[in-house]
C-alpha cells in the first residue's frame, strides 16, 4: 500500500511526465497557444495530441467563419434601421470610390493597351486585326474589368480599412464607442460594406472605359485602323453576346454582377480582420496583411464560380 500511494504521488506530483500529460489532456489549448509534447510519451498519446491540436485548430477556423457572416449579415441589416450614419456613408464612398478613381484608371488604360498590341501581333498573322476592338471590350467588360478593379481596391482601400479599424481597436476607441452605447459595427462597418458595394461597380465601368480607350489609342497608332472602325467593332461585341429585356446587353450583367460581390467581399474581409485585431502595433500589421491576401484569394475564387453560375443562367 505504501508503494502504491508513493506512485500516485509521484504521478500527482508537479513537473513529472504523468501530471503534464494530465494537464494538457485537461486544457490542451490556452488562448490559443498549443502545449508543448509531452516528454516521453507513447505513440498513442503523441496522436491524440495531435489530434486535439487539429481539432482546436478547425474549431477556431469554423467560429472566425461564423463571424465573418454573422458580420455580414449584421453589416447589411442596418442599413435598414435607424441611427443610420448617412454622413459616414458619403465619407466612405468619396474614400474608397473617388480616391481610388486614379489608380482605376491608369490600371485599366494600361491593361487596355497591352491587350491590344498583344491581340495586333496575333491577329496580324491571320489578316483579322479589324476584330482588335472586340477582343479587347469583350476580355475588359466580362472579365479583366471587374477582377483588375476588385484587386486595385483589395490593394488600397481593403489595406486602408483593416489599418484604420485595427488602430481603432488596440487603442481601446471601439471599446469606447461600446461604453457609450454606439454599436460597432453600426457606426464602422455598414457605412464601409455599403459604400464599398455602390463604388466598386462605378469603378469597375470606369475601368472598362479606361481600357476600351487604351485599346483605341494602340489601334490608331500602331495598327492603323481607323477610331471609328474600332469603336463600332466594341459595339458588334456588346451586340453579340445578347441582350436582356431587349436593352440590358449580358455583357454588361457580367462585368457588373462580379464587382458587387468583391465590393462585399472586400469591405467585409477588411472590417473582419480589422476589429478582430490583437496585439498592439504589430497586430494591425498582420491584419492588414491578411486583409489584402485573403480579399485578393477570394476574388480570383469566387470569379470563376460567379462566371460558371451566369453562363449557366444567361446561356452566353
Known sequence: MVSKLSTHE??????????????????????????????????????????????????RKIHSLQEFFVLGGKSIGFAFSRPFYGGDLVQQMEAIGVQ??????????????????????????????????????????????????????????????????????????????????????????????LAALIMLPTLTVINDFAGILGGSVIAAAYVGIPTSVYWGTVWDQIASG????????????????????????IALTATHFGLKTTGGTEGVGVATTRTVVTASILILVIDYFITQLLISILGS
Do not use: W
Open 10 to 59: 509521484r504521478a500527482g506530483k508537479p513537473g513529472t511526465p504523468a501530471s503534464n500529460l494530465l494537464h494538457l489532456l485537461r486544457d490542451p489549448v490556452a488562448n490559443g497557444c498549443h502545449p508543448p509534447p509531452v516528454r516521453g510519451a507513447s505513440f498513442p498519446q503523441q496522436t491524440f495530441l495531435l489530434l486535439e491540436r487539429f481539432n482546436n485548430a478547425a474549431k
Open 100 to 193: 481610388s478613381m486614379a489608380i482605376v484608371l491608369l490600371t485599366g488604360f494600361f491593361t487596355g493597351m497591352v491587350l491590344a498590341l498583344q491581340s495586333a501581333i496575333a491577329l496580324k498573322t491571320f489578316g483579322a486585326t479589324l476584330y482588335i476592338g472586340r477582343l479587347v471590350a469583350g476580355s475588359m467588360i466580362r472579365e479583366l474589368g471587374p477582377v483588375l478593379a476588385g484587386l486595385m481596391v483589395a490593394g488600397r482601400v481593403g489595406s486602408g480599412i483593416a489599418a484604420q479599424l485595427g488602430s481603432m481597436r488596440v487603442t481601446e476607441q471601439i471599446d469606447a464607442l461600446n461604453t457609450l452605447g454606439t454599436d460597432p459595427i453600426r457606426k464602422l462597418a455598414t457605412p464601409r460594406v
Open 242 to 265: 445578347g441582350f436582356i429585356f431587349k436593352y440590358i446587353p449580358i455583357d454588361f450583367v457580367h462585368g457588373l454582377v462580379k464587382p458587387f460581390v468583391f465590393g462585399g467581399i
